[in-house]
């Protein structure tokens, strides 16, 4: 793998940066403590094109490889985790099922005007009582001539309180009843919000991510058109798997930026705050935390980069990136909890940004497949092998 980041890439990171820092990070304790969503935020990030990113130009989007997208991802979330999982569902849970799936009706419809930003898209795989284990799924789409009619529920949908579509997932074959083990089958749809029978319930209230909203969707008898099934019918199962290979690389990316945020904001505090009479930066247990912190996230970063490497050659990559997003989302609460530690009081004070990150960081571990989960596929890819 080459270290050597292109001079675009440069330019994309340094952008990241610049607007993060300017125009971000000073809002991000508000917009955390008021659960506020960033409208203003969502709104410049489609200005720079960062809600698109991986999407061809000829559909709207930026046209950039993956790896831009992890190094401007990290920058959005190190100044605001709730800014950087909006753009990451918006990029990877939808952006990219629905460049990959979609028909050409489709993108031209659907693709662009989200790939811009003019809309927003959300990704409707977890239900109350089915979230890894996607064959006990409840969601389901009957066939009705040339239409399709879904009945059930999904939850914690990030953007769904503001998103205009979704891509939804619902079986449309529970196999023979009969069998010792019924071969399920799902399907994928892509939906607009206001289609009748689809109602969001309330933003769900949550320990962190708290400008990020996510809601509870329903649909009671909702009726679309065989038009707006995504991929092949029945082919719903492999349509989420392949999204979510992608997906995990956007939330190890913004792990890193929570880690980063987190060691950056410790490594300042341990060289102002005195203890015994010199900075606390001068005494071996903190330097021995911040060398833990820095050499973690390194790691971390080198795990994620080689993932969006890999989706970058188009080659499969689903130990990688749940090897990335794995160690990338533990390594956040490690750090994060580290900080808080370095910080000492003031760490637990809401005033402050350590006890932001260390609530920020813990759902890493948990959406888009938690680290149980990650550590099953790994586990599978290192025993056929």
Known sequence: MNFELTEEQKMIRDTARDFAAREIAPKASEIDKASRWPDEIVKRLAELGFLGMMVPEEHGGGGLDALSYVLAMEEISAACASSGVIMSVNNSLFCDPVTKFGTPEQKAEVLGPVARGEKLGCFGLTEPMSGSDAHTMLTFAERQGDSWVINGAKNWITNGPQADYIVLFAVTDRGDPNAAKPKVRHTAFLIPA???????????????????????????????????????????????????????????????????????????????????????????????????????????????????????????????????????????????????????????????SPERHYRDARITEIYEGTSEIQRIVIAAKVLAS
């Open 194 to 352: 206001g289609t009748p029978g689809f109602t969001k319930n309330a933003r769900d209230h949550k320990l962190g991510i708290h400008g990020a909203h996510s809601c509870t969707v329903f649909f009671e008898n909702c009726r679309v058109p065989h038009t707006a099934v995504l991929g092949p019918v029945g082919d719903g199962f492999k349509v989420a798997m392949a999204t979510l290979d992608g997906g995990r690389i956007g939330i190890a990316a913004q792990a890193l930026g929570i880690a980063r945020a987190a060691l950056d904001v410790a490594t300042a505090y341990a060289q102002e705050r005195k203890s015994f009479g010199v900075p606390i930066a001068q005494h071996q247990a903190i330097q021995f935390m911040l060398a833990d912190m820095a050499t973690e996230l390194d790691a971390a970063r080198l795990l994620t980069w080689r993932a969006a490497s890999l989706k970058d050659k188009g080659v499969r990559h689903s130990m990688e990136s749940a090897q990335a997003k794995l160690y990338a989302s533990e390594v956040a609460t490690r750090v994060a909890h580290k900080s808080l530690q370095i910080h000492g009081g003031y760490g637990y004070s809401t005033e402050f």
